[in-house]
C-alpha cells in the first residue's frame, strides 16, 4: 500500500512539474509570437521602450549596470536633480531581482535586453501561477489527473501571465516583479497561517509562518508602494478565509499574522526606515503647487467594458479604466462559477466578496484612494486590478476543475433529463450576463469599443458557452468516447484562449506603440551623446554639471552618467523640485526641466558648465563652442560663467530670502529671487536683469477666450525673458503669440516657466498676446526683463574667486579642498540629513556649512562628507536583531519538530 502510495505521489509530482513547465514553454512562444508579428527586438525594429519605460526605466537601467560596475552607489547619486539619496529610488524602481539579467547588456544592446527581461517576466508569470493552481485545486476541489489540475491549471497560468494588466503595464517592471509574486505570498499565507485543523501541525505552521514573512519582507525591497496594495489582499483574503473555514479561533489567527507581518517589516527596517525619512523630508504632494488630480467614480460598465477582448485604447494604460482582461474562455468559467447553484454558499461567497470589495475600490473614488495610501494617483489610476484579476481567475479555474474531475457536479448515475434541467438554466443565465453586460457596454459609446469587437465578443461567447456545455454534457467514465472526444474539446478550447490572448497582446502592444522609441534611433541618439560627454569629462575631469537643451528623455543624466538637473521619478526630492520651480525652471506637475529658456543666471548659480545640444540655436550667445574632436551631430558648449558648486562666503546672511524658507510657497518673481541669491553670494545688491517698459491691456474675442495684449521695449540689448506671476487658478494650457504668431504654449496651474523671447534690442517694440481659457481668472502680471549679459560677467568675476575645488570621493561622497580660515561654506548640493557634517544648515534645498564646523573636520585642509542615508544605522541594528530573533525561532522549533518525531515514531 505505502508503494502504491509513493508511486502515486512520484506520479503526480511529475505530472505537476510538466504542467508548470509547460506553461513556461506555452507563454514563451506566445511571448515570441507577440514580439514577432509587431516586429520587436530582436525581430524587428520596435522596442518596448515606451511610455514609463522610455521616460524612466531605461535610463535607470543604464545607472544600475554602473552600479555594478563600481561608477556608482545605491546611497547618493549626482546624476539626479542637483543630488539625491537614492535608497528610496533603488527600493522604488529598481530592486527587482530580474534585473541582473540585464547586466550582460550593454548601452547598445539595452532593447534587446528589455525585451528579454520582460519575456522572462512572462515566463515566470506563468510557470509561478500554474504551481499555485496546481496546489490551489488540489486543496479545493480534490480533483486529479489531467482533467482536474492540468487544464484548469494551464488555463489560469496564461490568462495570467497574457492579462490584460501584465501586458499594459510590461513598461513598469518595478510593479510586475510584486504582482507576478502574489501567488508565491498566498500560498504561504495558506500554508503559514490558515490551513484547516488537522491539515498541517500547529508546530509546523509556526515555521511556515516564517515563510510568509520571507515574502513579506521581500516585497517591500522590490516595490513598497505596490506591497501595500497586496498586503491589502492578505488581510482581505485572510478575514474571508478564516469565515469559510469557520475558524474556532480568528482572533489568534489574526494576531499570529500581525505579528509576522510587522516582524517582515522590522526585517526590512535597514532599508525602509530611510525610505521613510526621505519620504517625510520630500513629500509627494503635486496638489500644493495646485495640481487639483482628482478621481472619478465609476459604474459597473465602465469597469466591466475593459473585460471584453480588444477593448483597449492608447490612453488607457495611464489614465484610463481598471486593466482586468483574462481572455474570454476563462471569464465564461468565472460567471459560471459564481452562478452554480450546486456549491456551497460559503464556497462561492469567499471568492464573490473579494471581487465586490474591489469592484466598490474602483467604482468608489475614496475607497480607491485608500487602495493607493491616500495619494492620488498622478496616473495609473487602479494600480490593485492584478489582485481583482488573481482572484476572478480561481473563480474560473475552480470550475473548470470540477468540469470533468472526480468530484464534477453532475454524477453519471444522474438521469440524463435531470442533468440538462440544471445545466441549461445556468448555462443561459451566464450567456445572459456576459452579453446583456456586452451590450451595456456597447450602448455607453466607449471609445475603445468599436462595432467590430462588439460583434467579435458577441460571436465568440455563445461560442465558448457552447463547447464548455458540451465538454461538461458528455458522459464520464472509461471508453475511447468518454475520455477522448471531451480532451479533443478541451485541448482546442486552450488552444483558442492562448490564440485569443495572444491576439489581444499584440493589439495592446502595438496601440501603446505609438509613443515607441525605435531601436535603430535609440542606439544612434545614446551613441552620439555618450561620444560627447565622454570628449566632455576626457577633456575637463573636475566637479561640475551639465545638461542637454534637446534631450533624450527627462533622465539623461543617468543614462549618460554625468552631474544633471533635470530628473523625472516617484522617489525624487520633492523640495529641490520646488527650488528650481521657483527659480523659474519649467514645471508641468510631475518634475521640473531643464530648457533653453533657462537664464545664464540660473546656470552661473547651479555651476552649469558645459550644454549639449542637436540645436545651436538654442544656445545663449554668450556660450563658447567646444570642439571635442566627435562629428556626431551633437554639439558642446561651455558655460564661461559657470560657479563651482561649492563657494566660501564669509558671514552669508539668510535672513529674509524671498519665499526660499518655505518650499511650499507659490512662485511670484524668479528673476527677483535669482538676484536676492546672487546678492547675498557677493555680500551686496546685484542686478543683472533690466525691467522692460511695459503697457498691457485685457481684450476679448468672443466668450470663449480671454487674451492679455503686452506691448513691450526692452531697454538695454540682450535676451529677453518672460514670466507670468499668477497662474495657479488657470485651469487649460496658455498659448503665446508675439505679433499674431504662435511662439509656444505656456502652462498651465501646474506648469509655469521663464519663457526665453530671444535676443533684443534697446527700443525695440514688440507685441506679445498671451491668450487663455474664458472659463479662467486672472492668471497673472506678465514680467519682461532683458538679462545684462555684462552684470553676469561683474559678478562672475567677483564670486569665481570664492570657489572651492570640489571633487567625488567614492561613489557616496565628495571632498572639498579648504582656504585658511575658510569662511562658510555655500553649495547647491542639495541637503539631506545623511551628510556627515554636523550644524548643516539649510538654504532653501541648498546646504551652508559653517566655517568652524568645516575646519575642524578637515584633514590637512580636505573636507570629506560621506553620505549615509538617515536612519540606515539604526534600521540596520533593528533587522539584525529581528533576523537573530527569526533565526532562533527556526532553529528553536526544527529541534521540537525531531523530538516530536522521534517521540512518536
Known sequence: MNDRRMDQNRKERILRGLTVLTAGVLAGVMYLLLIRRNAIVPFGDNTWIMLDLKRQYIDYYAYYQRIFSGQEGILYSFETTLG?????????????PLFVLLLPFPADRLPLGVSFVIGVTIVLAAMIMAAFLWWYLERNEHAGGFFGRCLPSLAGAMAWSFSGFLIAHSMNPMWTDVWIFIPVLIYALETGFLGEAGEIPLRKLRLYGLRYSLCVALILIWNYYISYQVLLLVALWTLVRLWENKDRHPVRTIARLFVHTVGAVLADTVLMLPVLFALANSPKDILRLGMAATGQNLSPVDVFSKAYFLAYDADQTLFGYPQIYIGLFLLCAVVLFFTDGRRRIRERAALLIPVLVYMISFCVDAVNLFWHALMEPSGHPYRQAPEFVFIVILAGCRYLSGLRGKNACDADTDAEGEKWSRMIPRYLVTAGCLLGMLFLVGRGNYYYTTQ???????????????????????????GIRRQVLPLVLILAMLI???SELTDNACFTQNIINYSGETRNHFL???DAVKTQVDAVYAM?????RMEQLTPREQNDGMMYGYNGVTHYSSAGMTYVRYLLHKLGFNDDGLYTHYGHDNTVTMDMLLGIRYLLTTDRSLVHPAYQPVETGADTGVY?????????VALEVPDYDLNGITGIDNPYSLPQDPFALQEDMLSRLAGEQVRVFADAETETEEVAEGEEKKVLVAHITPVLDGELYM??????????????????ELLTGYGNRGCYKILNLGTRRAGETLTVKIEGESGDPDFGRPLFVTEDTEAVAAVFARLEGYGITVREDGNDGIAMDLPADCGDIVTSIPYE???????????????????????????DGLLRMHFIPAGMKTGAAVSLIVLLLCGLWLYFGVIRLKEDEERNA
Do not use: H, K
Open 723 to 740: 514670466y507670468l506671476d499668477g497662474l495657479m487658478g488657470t485651469i487649460q494650457g496658455l498659448a503665446v503669440f508675439e505679433e499674431d
Open 84 to 96: 539625491s539619496g537614492m535608497v528610496g529610488f533603488m527600493c522604488y524602481y529598481l530592486a527587482n
Open 540 to 544: 575637463d575631469p573636475g566637479f561640475y
Open 833 to 859: 540629513e545623511g551628510w556627515s557634517v554636523p550644524g548643516i544648515r539649510t538654504y532653501g534645498a541648498m546646504m551652508v556649512i559653517p566655517g568652524e564646523q568645516a575646519a575642524s573636520r578637515a584633514r
Open 496 to 498: 483558442y484562449d492562448s
Open 452 to 478: 467590430e469587437m462588439l460583434r467579435i465578443n458577441a460571436v465568440r461567447i455563445p461560442l465558448i458557452l457552447a463547447a464548455l456545455f458540451v465538454c461538461e454534457l458528455l458522459p464520464r467514465g472509461a
Open 524 to 526: 544612434e541618439t545614446v
Open 636 to 644: 558642446v558648449y561651455r558655460n564661461p560663467y559657470a560657479l563651482s
